[in-house]
């Protein structure tokens, strides 16, 4: 009995040492060098054959139900819209005057705003177009056919048991900082393609980014050492941003605070100013959105001076969803997701350094930088604030609206007879 | 929530209920299955919209304060395009919700705030005064008022009906 005993905790050492050996030679040692063994590039390819396989048997089980049901699945809006100007719609050839006629255009927009809007939806995960085999991301789980179930099942147990404890072993052994955000990403099957490497942020420069959660910092620490600005929050991130203070020189703010906002710029100057302190990394979204597109850039940083490193990230969301909805998710909840999807595949883009013009203010600058960001990610471009995700909209924007609809109905600076329609 | 009614009575289908539904969870930040007022002021580009809170209050029946999934899409169903199949059903049956003159009853309602079927000139105003915001003075806006009853009002009553509303 004892010696059945030895010899089967000797076969249990027996596995965790080949466990630990293989866990080194994988994964530590090609980190600390920065190399890459093309084991994830391997595994992304086979994950795209099966997902492209998953689709097709969507589809061909849909057709056996009705093609109708897909054609709605698909498409990418709820609604359709007519994009038209307040000047086409009311104005036509009645201009100068009001028409009783005149409120049906904002009633339009105002329920086309209700059934879906362009802000609060950059607030929440994107919706795909195809499943990508993730419970959260399909919204209709119909039963299409068994062999994609069996696909689905034999997933979860990979995903579940497989993959998420390595992570986490790998997770609970970080030390170095650039070592540890190398093997942050690996161990979230991060496949990150860097492009245009030479334009990489120097010293004394301020990098921006679009923002889709804080994996971005980890992603973009991992091939550079930057100096962070952000929010500071409670809870387990928290704990994290308090230890990373230790090591380097970092600024830490509290959105709501006014006076903090100076506080941060002047600490801003102050450093980009000293030429031999690492780069600034600013995020000037100001949260998180869900990479679809971009919206407001906040003029603060790019009032500073300075050379500004834009850089566009951009996830593949076939493979798992990197957005982080701080107002849904908690952190943990977050890295629980992230840690059972499939990978986490993204492209880096570096792009040339700007500098803002002499006659140019700084909102202008700040929109100039982020056209440049959307075109190079694919993002569309929007004008609104990712405040609004916890505040309400200013009213002089409703009263923006209001004077559009004045210059119409009005001309010459009265209300006349305009032409009779 | 019975899917068939739906279809056959709003000619909604059950994929445009489905999304309808996700839209409405994530609307409803209290998660207690109905919208408040706070809930579609949330929404910026509504927010903006100078007739914002006229259409809010049309989502919400007579004197309630919040509005099940029910009424938030039998509101929503109005501005539904017209489809072709739909023109040749039976002339009996109950007029869809998309129709014209449905449409327009809406947008009267818009203006016809204590739903005595007439526009007056009050109400008229005041709708005015909620587009044009604070760019136009009161005698300008009294002058405009005036005009469009003139113009519209066919019976004397110096208040618009729905019929000649309609024209």
């Not at chain 1, 994964?27 to 994950?47: A, D, E, N, Q, W």
């Not at chain 1, 301020?206 to 600005?229: F, K, M, Q, R």
């Not at chain 1, 952000?230 to 990373?244: D, E, V």
């Not at chain 1, 957005?323 to 595949?345: E, R």
């Amino acid at each position: 009995m004892e010696e059945n005993r030895g010899g089967h905790g000797l076969a249990e050492g027996n596995i965790l040492s080949t466990w630990m050996i293989l866990f080194v030679v994988l994964v530590l040692l090609p980190s600390m060098f920065r190399v890459s063994l093309g084991i994830s590039h391997f595994y992304v390819k086979i994950i795209i054959k099966m997902l492209e396989w998953a689709t097709l048997q969507i589809e061909e089980g849909v057709k056996k139900q009705k093609a109708l049901a897909l054609e709605n699945l698909i498409s990418t809006g709820i609604i359709q819209r007519e994009e038209t100007s307040m000047e086409q719609e009311i104005a036509g050839q009645c201009r100068g005057r009001f028409n009783l006629a005149d409120v049906m255009y904002f009633s339009k927009k105002g329920c086309e705003a209700v059934a879906e809007d362009e802000v609060t939806q950059r607030f929440s995960s994107e919706e795909l177009v195809s499943w990508n085999l993730l419970s959260r991301t399909n919204a209709n789980l119909h039963h299409v056919s068994w062999q994609l179930t069996v696909v689905w099942v034999i997933g979860i147990l990979i995903r579940y048991c497989l993959l998420m404890p390595f992570r986490v072993k790998c997770w609970l052994s970080n030390q170095v900082q650039m070592i540890c955000a190398t093997l942050g990403v690996r161990c979230l099957s991060g496949l990150v393609h860097f492009h245009n490497r030479e334009n990489r942020p120097q010293e004394g420069g301020i990098c921006v980014a679009n923002h889709t959660s804080p994996l971005d910092v980890l992603i973009l620490a991992s091939d550079g050492c930057y100096s962070l600005v952000g929010q500071a929050h409670g809870g387990i991130l928290g704990l994290i941003q308090k230890s990373w203070m230790q090591t380097t020189q970092h600024v830490l703010f509290e959105r709501s605070e006014m006076k903090d906002r100076h506080l941060v710029r002047k600490k801003i100057s102050e450093h980009i100013a000293d030429k031999a302190k690492l780069p600034i990394l600013i995020f000037p979204e100001g949260t998180c959105i869900n990479n679809t597109s971009v919206m407001m850039f906040k003029k603060g940083s790019f009032e500073v001076g300075g050379t500004i490193h834009p850089v566009a990230i951009k996830y593949d969301p076939r493979f798992g969803d990197a957005f982080w909805n701080s107002t849904k998710y908690s952190m943990m909840t977050y890295i629980f997701n992230v840690m059972t999807s499939w990978a986490i595949v993204c492209n880096v883009w570096y792009l040339p350094p700007m500098v803002k013009e002499e006659e140019e203010d700084a909102v202008h600058f700040a929109n100039r930088v982020k056209a440049v960001i959307a075109v190079r990610g694919g993002m569309s471009v929007l004008p609104w604030d990712g405040g609004l995700k916890r505040n309400k909209v200013k009213e002089s924007f409703k009263e923006e609206q209001q004077k559009r609809y004045c210059q119409i109905i009005i001309e010459n600076g009265s209300v006349g007879n305009g032409n009779v329609c | 929530m019975n899917a068939e009614w739906h279809l056959k009575h709003k000619g909604v289908s059950h994929s445009q209920i489905t999304r309808l539904y996700s839209r409405f969870t994530s609307l409803d930040k209290g998660e207690n299955g109905t919208l408040s007022r706070e809930d579609f002021q949330r929404i910026p580009e509504l927010a903006i919209n100078p007739l914002g809170d006229r259409i809010i209050n049309a989502f919400f029946p007579e004197g309630e304060d919040q509005v099940n999934f029910r009424g938030f899409m039998r509101t929503l169903a109005h501005f539904r395009p017209i489809e072709d199949n739909e023109k040749s059903k039976d002339q009996n049956g109950p007029e869809p919700l998309n129709s014209r003159s449905n449409k327009l009853h809406f947008a009267f309602r818009l203006y016809d705030l204590d739903k005595d079927d007439k526009i007056s000139r009050d109400e008229l105003l005041q709708v005015l005064r909620m587009m044009v915001g604070v760019n136009i003075s009161d005698e300008q806006l009294g002058s405009i008022a005036d005009r469009t009853i003139q113009e519209a009002d066919q019976d004397g009553d110096s208040a618009i009906s729905f019929a000649e509303f309609v024209k």
